[in-house]
């Protein structure tokens, strides 16, 4: 696993998992044409269909429509159904709620580098995104601690959440999405496990 790559490419699908995904920052985020490229190798069938998804998406015509209706169903949800909780707290509480011990948890890891979330107390911090994002960090800053953040916070859930969204999403920005950070925490998981050994 090229985890110096990581510190590149996680902020920008955490980004992507994170952001609202407005007709200007989907326009900006296809005209970049970063899928086609991702510094990042994978032996994963996952990863290769992920990224020819993505692919596909950013060479298209982007259908932003389609990308925000499917972003509403997927993470908003219709009449408070949400078909994808994209927080820690919904996977690995004892019964699916937020604002949970899982949301401290993550919120202490932050503090401890003085990151600040910018929808502190609006939203839940145990967002896979900004975990994401927050393993990037660390891999740059701190990769020792990028590993036990991984371990505690993101390993537990990542699976169940990446098979849901993969499942249930309709575009392939977010199938593709969905299908290439399943294989890249996959590759870490794995490469986290042996080094224990």
Same mark, same amino acid.
């Given at each position: 696993m090229n985890r110096e790559h990581l510190s590149i490419i996680l902020p920008v699908l955490g980004k992507l998992l994170y952001s609202y995904p407005t007709r200007d920052f989907l326009a900006k985020t296809r005209e970049a044409q970063l899928f086609g490229d991702i510094p990042y190798i994978s032996g994963s069938e996952a990863f290769a269909e992920g990224q020819k998804l993505l692919e596909e998406w950013e060479t298209s015509d982007g259908a932003y429509d389609a990308c925000i209706s499917d972003y509403q169903d997927l993470f908003v949800g219709v009449r408070d159904r949400v078909k994808v909780p994209i927080w820690e707290s919904f996977f690995t509480a004892p019964e699916p709620m937020m604002f949970t011990d899982s949301t401290l948890k993550a919120r202490l890891w932050y503090d401890r580098y003085g990151m600040e979330i910018k929808n502190i107390r609006h939203e839940p911090d145990d967002h896979m995104g900004i975990e994401l994002m927050f393993l990037a960090y660390l891999l740059d800053k701190d990769p020792e601690n990028a590993e036990k953040f991984f371990s505690d916070r993101i390993a537990p859930w990542y699976a169940k959440l990446f098979e849901c969204m &993969?499942?249930?999403?309709?575009?392939?920005? +977010?199938?593709?999405? &969905?299908?290439?950070? +399943? &294989?890249?925490?996959? %590759?870490? %998981?794995k490469a986290v496990a042996a080094k224990a050994r």
């Open positions: &993969a499942s249930n999403a309709v575009t392939p920005l +977010y199938r593709g999405l &969905a299908l290439l950070l +399943y &294989a890249i925490c996959e %590759d870490f %998981d």
